[in-house]
């Protein structure tokens, strides 16, 4: 039986140059919701394309050649190719990427943007080595302090999360909320699909009249902060650093009261805090290990948000074992011209 998932990304050459573009948005959109029907055997209650189809990304990481130029690796290789525009990427960073020079000595960068800012995030760490050679921060230093900002159209530069010039700091308003987010904080790279998917789950939380929303893998608190803006009490739980960092200062800054615990998700027992509805946004990994203990407590209800519908219906298995429902199931085209797709499952006790 051929695989319901869809195929690779239709308008890349494999490398993240885009070419040529063989499915419309619709198709695309409709083989993600067979392939999500068929992983969860339930009908899609609704998909949602994105208002944007090119030009929506407001993340991409590049990488450098030898000679200090911006491109590409192709997929599961290291394999390095030029990239002069980007078709996915917002004009803001595209118009960046023209301008730029080479960054010789610098092997990682992203560009990221709020939709005004654009912000240059370079990195010298690698997956072996803790700490980079102090005189190969020295010398990107210098690379990266001698750009000129107006002429690249950046607005900050940053070399492994400090700032090396301007204003690193982007400003994303979503469901009201205004983050203030540095240079190494995760947030959704479609800013227009990300601001329909918060406000779906801020429709879905508080249509079950929540007293504490639990929010794991919380980041910066894209999901849950307009949840306790309305006043329910929230916990957020989230590990990575940086995102708890801007998470609090947002709380602080709007008085929104929120509790916040720098933490691994997946060392969380039954018990430990107190909800009755409880929101999971994970990586494309899953939450593996994570419902089995969250059962315990039997909340009414769990929103979980997935970039991987593969992970998702793995780590559902339990909660349906247990008598939870999909009472909701949505998808968000948050990323056009990719097979990846979002997925919004909401499950109550049966």
Same mark, same amino acid.
């Given at each position: 039986?051929?695989?319901?998932?869809?195929?690779?990304?239709?308008?890349?050459?494999?490398?993240?140059?885009?070419?040529?573009?063989?499915?419309?948005?619709?198709?695309?959109?409709?083989?993600?919701?067979?392939?999500?029907?068929?992983?969860?055997?339930?009908?899609?209650?609704?998909?949602?394309?994105?208002?944007?189809?090119?030009?929506?990304?407001?993340?991409?990481?590049?990488?450098?050649?030898?000679?200090?130029?911006?491109?590409?690796?192709?997929?599961?290789?290291?394999?390095?190719?030029?990239?002069?525009?980007?078709?996915?990427?917002?004009?803001?960073?595209?118009?960046?990427?023209?301008?730029?020079?080479?960054?010789?000595?610098?092997?990682?960068?992203?560009?990221?943007?709020?939709?005004?800012?654009?912000?240059?995030?370079?990195?010298?760490?690698?997956?072996?080595?803790?700490?980079?050679?102090?005189?190969?921060?020295?010398?990107?230093?210098?690379?990266?302090?001698?750009?000129?900002?107006?002429?690249?159209?950046?607005?900050?530069?940053?070399?492994?999360?400090?700032?090396?010039?301007?204003?690193?700091?982007?400003?994303?308003?979503?469901?009201?909320?205004?983050?203030?987010?540095?240079?190494?904080? @995760?947030?959704?790279?479609?800013?227009?699909?990300?601001?329909?998917?918060?406000?779906?789950?801020?429709?879905?939380?508080?249509?079950?009249?929540?007293?504490?929303?639990?929010?794991?893998?919380?980041?910066?608190?894209?999901?849950? @902060?307009?949840?306790?803006?309305?006043?329910?009490?929230?916990?957020?739980?989230?590990?990575?650093?940086?995102?708890?960092?801007?998470?609090?200062?947002?709380?602080?800054?709007?008085?929104?009261?929120?509790?916040?615990?720098?933490?691994?998700?997946?060392?969380?027992?039954?018990?430990?805090?107190? @909800?009755?509805?409880?929101?999971?946004?994970?990586?494309?990994?899953?939450?593996?290990?994570?419902?089995?203990?969250?059962?315990?407590?039997?909340?009414?209800?769990?929103?979980?948000?997935?970039?991987?519908?593969?992970?998702?219906?793995?780590?559902?298995?339990?909660?349906?074992?247990?008598?939870?429902?999909?009472?909701?199931?949505?998808? @968000?085209?948050?990323?056009?011209?990719?097979?990846?797709?979002?997925?919004?499952?909401?499950?109550?006790?049966?």
């Amino acid at each position: 039986m051929p695989s319901l998932r869809p195929p690779p990304c239709s308008i890349f050459a494999s490398c993240g140059v885009c070419n040529r573009m063989e499915w419309t948005e619709p198709d695309q959109l409709a083989a993600k919701v067979r392939w999500v029907e068929s992983l969860l055997q339930r009908d899609v209650d609704q998909a949602t394309p994105s208002p944007r189809s090119l030009g929506y990304r407001a993340r991409i990481a590049l990488k450098t050649d030898e000679q200090g130029r911006l491109g590409y690796h192709r997929p599961r290789s290291h394999e390095w190719l030029a990239v002069p525009e980007c078709a996915i990427a917002r004009p803001e960073l595209n118009q960046a990427l023209d301008a730029l020079p080479t960054l010789p000595g610098i092997p990682t960068v992203s560009l990221r943007t709020d939709g005004h800012r654009v912000v240059l995030a370079a990195s010298l760490r690698r997956r072996r080595a803790r700490r980079p050679d102090k005189r190969a921060v020295e010398r990107a230093s210098q690379v990266l302090g001698a750009l000129d900002l107006s002429a690249t159209s950046l607005s900050g530069v940053a070399l492994d999360g400090r700032p090396v010039g301007g204003d690193c700091t982007l400003r994303l308003s979503v469901g009201g909320i205004e983050h203030h987010l540095g240079p190494e904080s @995760f947030f959704q790279v479609n800013l227009e699909a990300n601001e329909l998917l918060v406000e779906r789950v801020v429709q879905q939380v508080l249509a079950r009249s929540p007293q504490t929303v639990l929010d794991l893998y919380s980041g910066a608190g894209n999901l849950s @902060f307009p949840i306790a803006k309305q006043g329910v009490d929230v916990v957020q739980v989230e590990v990575e650093g940086s995102s708890v960092s801007d998470a609090r200062s947002t709380a602080k800054r709007l008085g929104i009261p929120v509790t916040i615990q720098a933490r691994d998700v997946g060392r969380l027992e039954a018990g430990e805090i107190f @909800f009755d509805v409880v929101i999971l946004d994970p990586p494309r990994a899953g939450a593996p290990g994570v419902l089995e203990e969250l059962l315990l407590t039997r909340p009414r209800a769990l929103v979980y948000v997935s970039c991987n519908p593969e992970t998702l219906a793995r780590d559902l298995g339990p909660a349906r074992s247990q008598g939870y429902a999909i009472r909701h199931l949505e998808v @968000f085209d948050m990323f056009p011209q990719t097979s990846h797709v979002e997925t919004l499952c909401v499950l109550e006790r049966a």
